[in-house]
Every structure is written in C-alpha cells, then in structure tokens.
C-alpha cells in the first residue's frame, strides 16, 4: 500500500528573527496544512532547510511534526544524507519519533555509482522497519538514479516503496512505469509537472506549493483521480505562473518570502541562503495576487 496518494507537502521550517527553530509558528502552519486538505506532510526535506539544521534540530523537528499531526495524515521525514552512516542514524531516529515513512535523496557531491546506490540505500532501509521513497534529484546532486536501479531496489528491498522523482526527464519516467509494472510509487517532485505525472502513473506529488495553496494543490490530485482530468489540467495551468515565481530564485527563498508575504511570519533563511531579490519579490507578490492568494 502506498504511504499516501495526493499532495504531500514538503513543508518549511519557520524560524524566529534569531534563526532558531520557532516550533509554535511550525505548529500552526502543520494545523493550517491539514485543514487545507493536504494529504501528507514532509519534514525536513530541501524546502525545510535541513541541510542546514544540526542533527539534533533535524530530529526535534520531525519528532515536534509527529506529535502534532498525531497520525491524522502521514509523516514523511526526510532522512537522506551523502554519508551513509548519518542517513541510517537518522532514519532511524525518525522511525522512533512516530514518521510513517523516511525520503532518502541520493548521495550528493560523493555521486556514487548505480551499485553505490543501491548498496546505500539499502543499507539505510533494512536498518528501520518503516517504508522509504527515494529522491531523484540530480540538479541537486549530480547523480541520477537511473530507472533500474530505482526497480531493483523496490522489487530486492522490502521497505523501498517508491521514488519521488525531480529530474523533470519523462522518458525517465516513462521507462521507469514501464520496468516497474506497479512495483514502484511514483511521485511527482515538480509541480509544475503534476498532471503530466499522473498521466504516466504518479500516485501524486511531494509540493513546494502546497505551503502556500495546499487546497488547490490537493485538488489537482483528487480531481484526477475522480476522472475529471480536464479540471486537474485547468488547476494545473492556473498554478503555472506563481509556481514560475515560486522557483524564481532557489527554494526554498521564494515560499518562505511567500509565507511571510502571506503574513505568517515564518522568519528568516539560514546562510548560505539570502532574502530574495527585491525585484524578484515584487514578481512573486503579484503572482500571488493573481493566483487569488494574497
């Protein structure tokens, strides 16, 4: 059975003015996320900065998400890291915080061969008994995990569900359905690809926007697979502009600007990352506007 079907968010961490974690802020977005139909959250992953969380911070946060969302909608925690030995310490923690299931982005800067992958992954998943998705990221991370490997890892490894997949290659995607012949869960990691996804077979997405339209993205999901993929093609083309904005700069700038344009004060970045442009925020307040979110 798949972890969840729809639209996941990958959700921020909200900081205070000081750069610490602000954890009631967290549980007020978390709150606002399940009223707004989201389908699952995703903790700690690249929107919720966790390459720059300490290891103890990472925990706490995916521990705190768990102890608000209290098993109503599934929790995600991103556990992935370039050192295996880290990501097994953190999957675990994960697992023992209550997350429903762990996304491992593939090794970065190391860029492992396909059986260093495979070696890797598996390592991290038989160490904790919850599902795992992998995250196909190579813009990222300079390595692709090629379709194969990603079914043989699904079909050889008990708890490997699944991919969320953000190389934007279709015929990546298509090859994979075609290996995977149902083996392997498929999640869009681009929204502005979500239907093109579905057609192929995604059971849904893992959003940047859903921080900021969780109702709207949920629906491009559900209208889908309630037949009516019309109106999921016109959700998704209306999105298309603010989602241009959204990734204007890298993410998470532009939805954390969004969020706190939103009035949710969600704080600021932490370096490396800087504010966004003056100018490319006046470009994303607009979207925004016409979007009908602000």
């Not at 194969?148 to 050889?156: R, S």
Request: glycine share 8%; net charge negative.
């Amino acid at each position: 059975m798949s972890i969840f079907e729809g639209a996941g968010v990958a959700l921020i961490t909200p900081m205070k003015p000081d750069g610490q974690v602000n954890y009631e802020k967290l549980e007020e977005i978390i709150e606002e996320q399940i009223a707004g139909g989201t389908d699952a959250i995703i903790a700690c992953g690249t929107t919720g900065e966790a390459s720059t969380l300490t290891h103890e911070e990472h925990i706490e946060v995916i521990r705190y998400t768990c102890s608000v969302v209290k098993k109503r909608i599934p929790v995600i925690a991103g556990t992935g890291s370039n050192c295996t030995e880290t990501a097994v310490y953190l999957s675990q923690e994960a697992e023992k915080a209550g997350a429903d299931g762990v996304l491992l982005v593939s090794p970065y800067y190391n860029k492992a061969t396909q059986n260093g992958l495979v070696a890797h992954f598996t390592a991290i998943a038989q160490s904790i008994s919850i599902p795992a998705l992998l995250y196909n990221i190579p813009g990222r991370t300079g390595v692709n995990i090629l379709p194969q490997t990603i079914v043989t890892l699904c079909k050889n490894v008990e708890n490997i569900v699944g991919v969320k997949e953000a190389s934007g290659n279709f015929s990546n995607v298509a090859t994979l359905m075609s290996l995977a012949q149902g083996c392997v869960d498929v999640y869009s990691g681009n929204d502005d690809q979500i239907v093109p996804m579905l057609s192929l077979g995604a059971k849904g997405v893992i959003s940047v926007l859903s921080n900021v339209a969780p109702r709207q993205t949920h629906e491009i999901c559900a209208s889908y697979f309630a037949g009516d993929v019309k109106r999921s093609m016109e959700l998704q083309i209306a999105a298309i502009p603010l989602i241009t904005e959204l990734f204007r700069e890298v993410n998470p700038i532009p939805v954390k600007a969004a969020m706190n344009l939103m009035g949710k004060e969600c704080g600021p970045l932490r370096m490396p990352l800087t504010e966004m442009e003056p100018e490319n925020q006046m470009r994303l307040k607009k979207a925004m506007e016409d979007y009908g979110i602000l």
